[in-house]
T-cell receptor, first 116, second 109 residues
Framework: NAGVTQTPKFRILKIGQSMTLQCTQDMNHNYMYWYRQDPGMGLKLIYYSVGAGITDKGEVPNGYNVSRSTTEDFPLRLELAAPSQTSVYFC???????????????FGEGSRLTVL | LAKTTQPISMDSYEGQEVNITCSHNNIATNDYITWYQQFPSQGPRFIIQGYKTKVTNEVASLFIPADRKSSTLSLPRVSLSDTAVYYCLVAARANNLFFGTGTRLTVIP
């Protein structure tokens, strides 16, 4: 049982390039999330999904896009990378998200992105 | 979103009990209180969640007074491996979980 798997772990991009961060989970969770964490700061929610085909914006969605074609996968696309997108990106999943409680979020190991 | 306030940092010696208090004065009726732990270069890990009174699991206890305007995470007999950042979150929906800057706990030998 791998949990939440993110690839790549590290990536350096040039300004204006695009890339996709991959996230897959094998726990059959309906809810998936993308966060970013800047140095010394807490995590900020970028996008989330409550199931296949359904996505919604979080706190800081500008400059990113997501899709959810399957329960397992939730890729995050960066279009026209900017230095402000230099950060560590975490993908997470949970069984419940709007039930009686917030449930337990399971996080991946993170993807460290540098934009130069 | 219910805002939380917790100390920026704490130091403790190995073997001591550590209590980290979180203030959440505007907590809503449906909000749950959740604590996460984060080690450097890793994603946060769920520690404990509660709604009221006391919750205990194999790693921590969570104390919530009747007015629910604060909560205290208690870590018994900490070790060096408990050095991490601890986040207090208050929300009714997972997409409303707000990770602030957390409390950086340093355990000293």
């Amino acid at each position: 049982n791998a949990g939440v798997t993110q690839t790549p772990k590290f990536r350096i991009l040039k300004i204006g390039q695009s890339m996709t961060l991959q996230c897959t989970q094998d726990m059959n969770h309906n809810y998936m999330y993308w966060y970013r964490q800047d140095p010394g700061m807490g995590l900020k929610l970028i996008y989330y999904s409550v199931g296949a085909g359904i996505t919604d914006k979080g706190e800081v969605p500008n400059g990113y896009n997501v899709s959810r074609s399957t329960t397992e996968d939730f890729p995050l696309r960066l279009e026209l990378a900017a230095p402000s997108q230099t950060s560590v990106y975490f993908c997470a999943s949970s069984y419940s998200g709007t039930g009686r409680n917030t449930g337990e979020l399971f996080f991946g190991e993170g993807s460290r992105l540098t934009v130069l | 979103l219910a805002k939380t306030t917790q100390p920026i940092s704490m130091d403790s010696y190995e073997g001591q009990e550590v209590n980290i208090t979180c203030s959440h004065n505007n907590i809503a009726t449906n909000d749950y209180i959740t604590w996460y732990q984060q080690f450097p270069s890793q994603g946060p890990r769920f520690i404990i969640q509660g709604y009221k009174t006391k919750v205990t699991n194999e790693v921590a206890s969570l104390f919530i007074p009747a007015d629910r305007k604060s909560s205290t995470l208690s870590l018994p007999r900490v070790s060096l491996s408990d050095t991490a950042v601890y986040y207090c979150l208050v929300a009714a929906r997972a997409n409303n979980l707000f990770f602030g800057t957390g409390t950086r706990l340093t355990v000293i030998p």
